[in-house]
């Protein structure tokens, strides 16, 4: 093999160390054990128009009415969860605490 390949190959091998070089299985084991408890700090890093339709999409699994969230703040914390309120285009305001593990509480702001 001519010495350009060989170098060309060894410049390559740590690359390939670094990524695909594991089992799916492996991968999602990681990723899963990264995102586990990050829910909190990866909701709050996110810009109000990514909140918004994350917490659009958790009123929504709570079966609530809302066919898009206009606009979020957060709240005081909910049985010491962080807290948002989701204002709807209908006018609808819900209160969405957030679990660690991402699970959404969903109250009716304004109770009736």
Not at 2 to 30: E, F, H, K, Q
Not at 59 to 75: E, F, K, L, P
Not at 83 to 106: H, K, S
């Amino acid at each position: 093999m001519p010495r350009r390949v060989l170098l060309a190959l060894a410049a390559l091998l740590p690359l390939a160390a670094c990524g695909g070089g594991g089992s799916a299985a492996a991968n999602d084991a990681a990723t899963a054990e990264d995102t586990q408890g990050n829910a909190i700090a990866r909701i709050q890093m996110l810009n109000e128009g990514e909140r918004n339709a994350t917490l659009f999409r958790a009123i929504r699994d709570a079966n609530r009415d809302c066919q898009g969230v206009v606009r979020s703040a957060a709240s005081d914390p909910v049985q010491g969860k962080p807290a948002w309120i989701a204002t709807c285009d209908n006018g609808g305001e819900w209160l969405v605490a957030i679990g660690a593990d991402g699970t959404a509480l969903v109250t009716n702001r304004r109770p009736s």
